[in-house]
């Protein structure tokens, strides 16, 4: 069973910086791809960034991209969304999870590609 511990949200002003971890344990943890989603009250989970594990490949939502960069420590199991320029808009639970190996191509910005989810961290950006 794989576990998934994000941290590092918070409080900000618009226009302010946050970086988020999350921490991934389990017995052998070694996922297709990482991604972060969010999901601000009232709306759907909405994609944010994806990265995969063992390739430098990332994804991005558009409306982050530019703003926000996901990268990942192996050593550490952890994969980081460095946030910055934050908007009100950006304000939402953060959630980050872990894909399995797709059957064809890797949907990064999809919910069914992900089979571990963490708790989530809430950001808030205030005006």
């Known amino acids: 069973q794989v576990q998934l511990v994000e941290s590092g949200g918070g409080l900000v002003q618009a226009g302010g910086s946050l970086r988020l971890s999350c921490a991934a344990s389990?017995?052998?943890?070694?996922?297709?791809?990482m991604g972060w989603f969010r999901q601000a009250p009232g709306k759907e989970r909405e994609f944010v960034a994806a990265?995969?594990?063992?390739?430098?490949?990332?994804y991005y939502a558009d409306s982050v991209k530019g703003r926000f960069t996901i990268s990942r420590d192996n050593a550490k199991n952890t994969v980081y969304l460095q946030m910055t320029s934050l908007k009100p808009e950006d304000t939402a639970v953060y959630y980050c999870?872990?894909?399995?190996?797709?059957?064809?191509?890797?949907?990064?910005?999809?919910?069914?590609?992900?089979?571990?989810w963490g708790q989530g961290t809430q950001v808030t950006v205030s005006s």
């Open positions: 990265i995969r594990w063992s390739v430098n490949s990332t």
């Open positions: 389990g017995r052998t943890f070694s996922p297709y791809g």
């Open positions: 999870a872990a894909a399995a190996p797709p059957g064809l191509y890797f949907l990064a910005h999809t919910r069914g590609a992900y089979k571990y």
